[in-house]
């Protein structure tokens, strides 16, 4: 085929199609950085192929900067790839673009095929170049490829339009004008090399084609873009109605506790109330000789007063006002007061870690109460001397309790280690000092 001579409309042809494909470039280029897609990297890769193709065709025009021999002799090597190549990057583009992969999984390993054979063909044919294969073998396998490839198309263009999906369809409109014009401007180099002679570069529809595609993927940018605001403001108020429904169930979570404390407080509490001064009564209104029966009365009256401060205790971490670190301090605070003022025994509870606005789970305020109290009871009985609790880390506390000297293992074991197993607590027993770390597993912020 004879070298076409340059003309100001050649001029003027690749210079606006370059300039627009590198504003282009530029422009995809931030986008990619704010935004980081893969199909933003596709579409560039796309881009730079087309503006090489458009260098490798028009290297009779001279440009600024650059080499007229370097592309006229590049351009029997690569003139059949390079158009094959930008097919590739664009079908990848136009996948991840439009969601194909989770849309249309099917039509997707379709279109991976043949992305897999544009490739193969544009190594291969770039080797055939190299090794100085017959250029009618190459055109021949060319015309193959670029056929196999407008069928294709078509089947993906319908296969879009049935999506039925608007982003899609703006990659239908690129892609549909890039392929009339791809094919448009083929026929026409067919027609020239056979002797025909045309007022024009033929190549002139491939490069505007490509500038029309630039369009459609930038109008389609702006809708996606806008899409994604529209999904972005419904999930913020999904988001809000659905902690607005947590709020409300919350409420209602805390209205049930109240209701359960104050059952308990009423029926439970009063209940035992009763059973302990009826049983403190009958204690005192029996004789010494019926020893028997003071013990048992005894037993009934303690067991009531057990039950009570337990009955107190839950009650007290049911209430939706107890939840968090700063109450359960104060609460173990008016434990240690109850249990330890009567025998002189010193306190101390200290939290540094943990933030005041730390919450518990109610099952876990319950525990930590019924364990220090139950303790302080067991342990004041022999001999306690003071009780330090801390919260050692985010995770866990830490009860230490110590003991005169004349306390004894044969008291640990009775008193206290039965305690410490029923609550599942890490220990260590030492002289006159038990050390327990009580985890926090189900804290919250």
């Not at 809000?240 to 308990?264: F, G, P, V």
């Amino acid at each position: 085929m004879p070298t076409p001579e340059f003309t100001l409309i050649d001029l003027c042809t690749i210079m606006g199609y370059e300039l627009i494909i590198a504003f282009q470039l530029v422009y995809i280029f931030f986008q990619w950085i704010f935004i980081r897609q893969r199909e933003y990297l596709y579409y560039m890769a796309f881009m730079t192929v087309c503006m090489m193709f458009g260098l490798l065709k028009y290297h009779h025009v001279p440009l600024p900067g650059i080499n007229q021999g370097m592309l006229a002799a590049a351009e029997p090597l690569f003139d059949k790839a390079l158009p094959m190549l930008s097919y590739f990057f664009y079908f990848r583009f136009s996948r991840h673009f439009a969601g194909i992969p989770f849309k249309l999984p099917r039509l997707d390993r379709r279109i991976r095929l043949l992305e897999t054979i544009l490739v193969l063909y544009a190594l291969s044919d770039i080797i055939l170049a190299f090794s100085n294969v017959s250029p009618h073998i190459r055109e021949f396998a060319f015309q193959i490829i670029a056929f196999t490839l407008f069928v294709c198309t078509v089947y993906f263009v319908i296969s879009f339009l049935r999506l039925g999906d608007t982003l899609a369809n703006f990659v239908v409109a690129g892609g549909s004008v890039l392929t009339l014009g791809s094919v448009g401007a083929m026929v026409l180099l067919i027609l020239q090399q056979s002797g025909a002679h045309f007022s024009f570069n033929p190549l002139i529809f491939n490069l505007g084609t490509c500038i029309f595609e630039l369009l459609a993927f930038t109008t389609g940018l702006a809708y996606k873009a806008n899409l994604l605001e529209k999904e972005k403001t419904q999930a913020g108020s999904e988001l809000i109605e659905k902690l607005n429904e947590n709020i409300r169930l919350q409420q209602k979570m805390n209205s049930i506790r109240h209701d359960a404390a104050k059952e308990l407080h009423d029926e439970v509490a009063g209940g035992l109330s009763d059973i302990n001064i009826y049983s403190d009564i009958v204690f005192n209104g029996l004789p010494e000789s019926k020893e028997k029966e003071r013990q048992l009365m005894r037993q009934i009256h303690l067991r009531a007063i057990e039950m009570m401060d337990s009955i107190h205790d839950l009650i007290w971490a049911l209430n939706p006002a107890h939840q968090k670190i700063t109450d359960l301090q104060q609460k173990l605070l008016t434990v240690s007061r109850e249990n330890l003022s009567p025998v002189n025994a010193e306190w101390i509870i200290n939290f540094t870690h943990l933030p005041p606005s730390f919450e518990l789970e109610t099952d876990a305020m319950r525990r930590i109460v019924a364990l220090y109290r139950n303790l302080t009871e067991s342990a004041a009985n022999i001999g306690l001397r003071k009780a330090v609790i801390s919260d050692t880390m985010l995770t866990q506390l830490e009860i230490t309790l110590y003991f005169n000297q004349s306390v004894s293992a044969a008291d640990f074991n009775e008193r206290l280690l039965h305690l410490i197993y029923k609550y599942r607590c890490e220990h260590t027993v030492s002289e006159q000092r038990i050390n327990l770390h009580i985890p926090l597993t189900i804290i919250r912020d």
